[in-house]
């Protein structure tokens, strides 16, 4: 019994853990309830390198289990390497996860953009918890990073939920053993005795040493 139940916790907490990751990511897609809200600031949220100018504004993305904030400035005009174009600044900030937020990434760096020839390149791109990938032609980004306590929150959140989910049946089954006046333990019939002579279970406990 002790055996199993310890299997079961475990088992039961690597599904929560897997449960925090895969809620995120899926949140992260569906964007429910989404608002934007935008402010004027002066400086920017993390130590950044001298050359970049002083931000322009913040937008920060709500939705259910999910914070963006995106801190920007541009500028446009000649560019380093030739012609004219549009330089721009930015430090990005995505953090997931329901009911706590668990997961947490950033970018931070800079790209110019060429009006002549509309090439774009990027320059000292910086990112931490964000896990890069192509698939089918496509560029994709997602964190990975865990922010303390709430993915610890949400493992243990979902791993309840799979406890009741393995725990249930059992549960239902000997409740409607002792409704018919069967061991709730083994299903043997206890008309007429107190200890089930069958598992040695009496009022729930178990008494016999190879159960225990």
């Given at each position: 019994m002790r055996g199993l139940r310890g299997k079961r916790v475990i088992v039961c907490l690597v599904v929560g853990a897997a449960a925090t990751w895969l809620s995120a990511w899926g949140l992260m897609l569906s964007r429910i309830g989404d608002t934007t809200s935008?402010?004027?600031?002066?400086?920017?949220?993390?130590?950044?390198?001298?050359?970049?100018?002083?931000?322009?504004?913040t937008t920060r993305i709500t939705s259910l289990g999910l914070r963006v904030e995106v801190t920007a400035a541009d500028r446009t005009g000649p560019l380093t390497g030739g012609g004219n174009g549009t330089e721009q600044w930015a430090y990005w900030r995505l953090r997931l996860g329901w009911?706590?937020?668990?997961?947490?990434?950033?970018?931070?760096?800079?790209?110019?953009?060429?009006?002549?020839t509309g090439v774009a390149v990027k320059r000292d791109y910086e990112t931490q918890g964000l896990l890069e990938y192509r698939f089918r032609s496509r560029d994709y980004a997602i964190p990975v990073l865990p922010v303390w306590p709430g993915f610890l929150i949400n493992t243990l959140f979902y791993a309840g939920a799979c406890w009741l989910l393995l725990a249930a049946p059992g549960g239902v089954r000997r409740w409607r053993r002792t409704r018919r006046g069967?061991?709730?333990?083994?299903?043997?019939?206890?008309?007429?005795?107190?200890?089930?002579?069958?598992?040695?279970?009496?009022?729930?406990a178990i008494t016999s040493p190879e159960r225990q």
């Open positions: 935008a402010e004027f600031v002066d400086r920017w949220p993390v130590p950044v390198s001298d050359d970049w100018p002083s931000p322009m504004q009911p706590a937020l668990a997961l947490d990434s950033s970018l931070r760096g800079s790209s110019a953009t060429n009006l002549a069967q061991c709730p333990a083994c299903g043997y019939d206890l008309s007429g005795v107190e200890v089930c002579p069958e598992c040695g279970t009496r009022d729930g």
